[in-house]
């Protein structure tokens, strides 16, 4: 697609729910990441994905978090059974992967807005 | 780790000139980068440095020394709407690393 792609745009959901969020990055983009940031905070790396498997998933918070990536192209972040305080907007940013700097500047979507209630 | 210190916040008058300073560790540096963030939007890329040295782009320019681990964002003739978050990122390998970025307020 011509640019990164998140869905939903808002999402409002009750305590103890799971919640999917997608991601589909620019075509052609082997590297793909998920960040979350609270209201006034920085950007807080959760997971890298480099092709379909993920070497760096460190920012994962806890194991209520976990995500995937199909066909090299979309990713779905799942949280389990949701707290408030996974309430943020969720951004999704792709590169085309490789060194230098047109293969590693990230284009971010508008991100997911989860509200936990 | 892979540190990347900005300041949290810095306050500017328009029409005038604001550094933002970012510090990281150099171990596998491989290119750095600052995004620049509005309220309520993604961010979008503003600079790239990989050698050192300064490079400008208009208003902005950014400045590399990789020995130092070192970067700063220069912004002149301030205005209004430069109003944001001012994100470093590092490329480690292959993979880029954000700061937890420095809001910027532009006050007239």
């Known amino acids: 697609g011509a640019g990164v792609s998140q869905s939903p745009s808002n999402k409002v959901t009750e305590k103890g729910k799971d919640v999917e969020l997608r991601c589909d990055p620019i075509?052609?983009?082997?590297?793909l990441y998920w960040y979350r940031q609270s209201l006034g905070q920085g950007l807080e790396f959760l997971i890298y994905f480099q092709g379909n498997s993920a070497p760096d998933k460190s920012g994962l918070p806890s194991d209520r978090f976990s995500a995937e990536r199909t066909g090299g192209s979309v990713s779905t972040l799942t949280i389990q059974r949701t707290q408030q305080e996974d309430s943020a907007v969720y951004l999704c940013a792709s590169s085309l992967g490789g060194t230098g700097r047109v293969n590693t500047e990230a284009f971010f979507g508008q991100g997911t807005r989860l509200t936990v209630v | 780790g892979q540190n990347i210190d900005q300041p949290t916040e810095m306050t500017a008058t328009e029409g005038a000139i604001v550094q933002i300073n970012c510090t990281y560790q150099t171990s596998g540096f491989n290119g750095l980068f600052w995004y620049q963030q509005h309220a309520g939007e993604a961010p979008t890329f503003l600079s790239y440095?990989?050698?050192?040295g300064l490079e400008e782009k208009g208003r902005f320019s950014s400045f590399l020394s990789r020995s130092k681990g070192y970067s700063y964002l220069l912004l002149k003739e301030l205005q209004m709407k430069d109003s944001a978050s001012y994100l470093c990122a590092v490329v480690y390998g292959n993979k880029l690393v954000f700061g937890a970025g420095t809001i910027l307020r532009v006050k007239s």
């Open positions: 075509s052609g983009h082997t590297a």
């Open positions: 440095n990989v050698l050192d």
